[in-house]
């Protein structure tokens, strides 16, 4: 006989796996997306927080630039202005965060962001070398400055300007305009002017430059706040402080919030835009869902850059907090981030003013909006939030209006393109690899899972089965010998067999009579 023991112990852990194993085929999703979170919270000596600080994959950035060909005609409010696109000028950026401190009561971790950009001539249509002529940045960001002056101070401004600061354009080679940076006698002036006496007269850094100082300096992007994701993870990676507080001087009105780029709150749901906390925009951007595709064999959710994001407040009321006080709101398609330029009237838009109101491109001749050079497209991985591949594409531009006593007194109203960056990602192979094993372990899951429910129910059912079937067997047995009993014998005629009938004969000879 089977022990009662062994019996109830093997229908105890059937029981057991195929529960589980029914609960793992069910839940399977929210198993597998608990697995990822479990995996993907930021915590001090993780593999993800290493990829974190030190991220694997390179990010090629190509820049563009604008040279202006008819500056001479500027005085002819007639005269459209003309540029050129030069480039690009192919940079490849790595990047670190040094500094970092995790800050356990509000799940939270500081860093310093550092970035390093190698030229890449190989991959370089432009030369560094190659002459660009712009607008006189500086001066129209001064003269936009002593709008808000009092008389006496615009006065001996006015006179310091008169001395050096006729230049309508400025001509340097793009290096200069790019990483290197230049300085010019207005910066040394104000140099020796005390700061308390003319504090808007000072200057951020020693030379001027699009992408000065950003090359290996940890000032220009400011500290980072971010939260780990690890009370809350829909918060994972997302800017908490910046600068040391949780809005921008240039809008104060405005709560930071967005991706700091290497964590999105997952899933990711279909027909929700992503948000990218952008420094050198001083806020947010928005990024509209657009569809789902398929990257390298993966699935993968496509973001697009819309009319939408970079509207105006009017258009657009999530933008109208970001326009406030001296904030000049201009037709839809470029953003106002003149107060995180240092005051300099500096727009940002799609490249070429692709999406923008027509007004900005009928204003300039030179430049052709094109979709696949210049929308921004973001593709993500669903489960994970991870990026597959970036293509985030933004231009500068400046606006440059004649003014009483500006030296484009004469000049048309004209938004400036002046540089724009193609800053290109793509997920390395290896990463890639990785994603890929998620939809195949989910499916060897849920094979197992099956195998589980069916091995448990052979094991609850296994005993009961062999002692039903042995009770069975024994009843056959005791009845076959019953049934033999009651049957009564048939009486077999013996005399005519053959064998019998030899017998019979040998006996006789043997006994005769």
């Known amino acids: 006989m089977i022990g ?204 001027i430059g699009y992408a000065y100082p950003r090359n290996g300096s940890m000032e220009i992007y400011g500290h980072h706040n971010v939260y780990t994701g690890k009370d809350d993870f829909k918060k994972i990676g997302q800017i908490a402080r910046w600068r040391y507080n949780n809005f921008t001087e240039a809008s104060p009105r405005c709560k930071l919030k967005g991706s700091t780029g290497e964590f999105h709150p997952i899933p990711l749901v279909k027909g929700r835009p992503i948000t990218y906390f952008l420094p050198d925009l001083c806020r947010e951007l928005q990024i509209d869902y657009s569809g789902t595709t398929i990257f390298e064999g993966v699935e993968a959710f496509v973001y697009k850059g819309s009319a939408r994001n970079m509207a105006n407040g009017t258009d657009n009321p999530e933008n109208s907090c970001y326009c406030q006080e001296n904030c000049q709101e201009v037709r839809s398609g470029l953003l106002n981030i003149s107060s995180c330029w240092y005051g300099a009237p500096v727009f940002a838009s799609h490249p070429h003013f692709y999406q923008a109101d027509p007004y900005y491109l009928e204003q300039v001749e030179g430049l052709k909006p094109d979709k696949d050079r210049h929308e921004m497209v973001i593709m993500l991985e669903p489960r994970t939030g991870m990026v597959l591949e970036i293509k985030a594409r933004i231009m500068a531009s400046l606006l440059v209006e004649p003014k009483t006593q500006s030296i484009y007194r004469k000049a048309r109203k004209t938004f400036f393109p002046l540089i724009w960056a193609d800053y290109n990602v793509r997920i390395s192979a290896d990463l890639l690899a990785y994603v890929k094993l998620i939809p195949i372990l989910e499916f060897v899951g849920k094979i197992c899972g099956i195998l589980g429910v069916a091995l448990g129910l052979v094991m609850i059912f296994w005993y009961p089965h062999q002692m039903i079937w042995q009770k069975r067997l024994m009843q056959k047995i005791e009845i076959n010998p019953m049934d033999s009993t009651k049957e009564p014998m048939k009486n077999i005629v013996l005399e005519d067999s053959p064998l019998l009938i030899g017998l019979q004969y040998k006996e006789a000879e043997e006994n005769p009579r």
């Open 4 to 207: 009662k023991r062994r019996i109830l112990r093997t229908s105890a852990l059937g029981v057991l796996l195929a529960t589980c194993s029914l609960f793992s085929v069910v839940y399977m999703e929210q198993i597998e997306r608990w697995v990822i979170e479990w995996f993907m919270v930021l915590e001090p000596g993780t593999l993800i927080s290493s990829l974190w600080q030190s991220p694997s994959m390179d990010i090629n950035v190509d820049l563009y630039m604008f040279n202006w060909t008819n500056s001479e005609d500027i005085n002819d409010p007639t005269v459209k202005p003309r540029f050129q696109e030069v480039g690009p000028y192919r940079f490849t950026e790595r990047m670190q965060k040094l500094n970092v401190q995790w800050h356990n009561e509000n799940s939270t971790v500081s860093y310093m962001r550092r970035s390093r950009f190698d030229f890449q001539p190989e991959l370089s249509v432009g030369n560094p070398s190659d002459t660009i002529v712009q607008p006189n940045l500086l001066l129209v960001g001064l003269y936009q400055k002593m709008l808000f002056w009092g008389p006496v101070m615009r006065s001996i401004v006015m006179m310091a300007l008169h001395i050096d600061g006729k230049e309508l354009t400025m001509v340097r080679p793009a290096r200069s305009w790019m990483f290197d940076g230049f300085d010019t006698p207005l910066i040394k002036l104000s140099k020796l002017v005390p700061t308390n006496l003319v504090p808007e007269m000072q200057f951020p850094y020693e030379k």
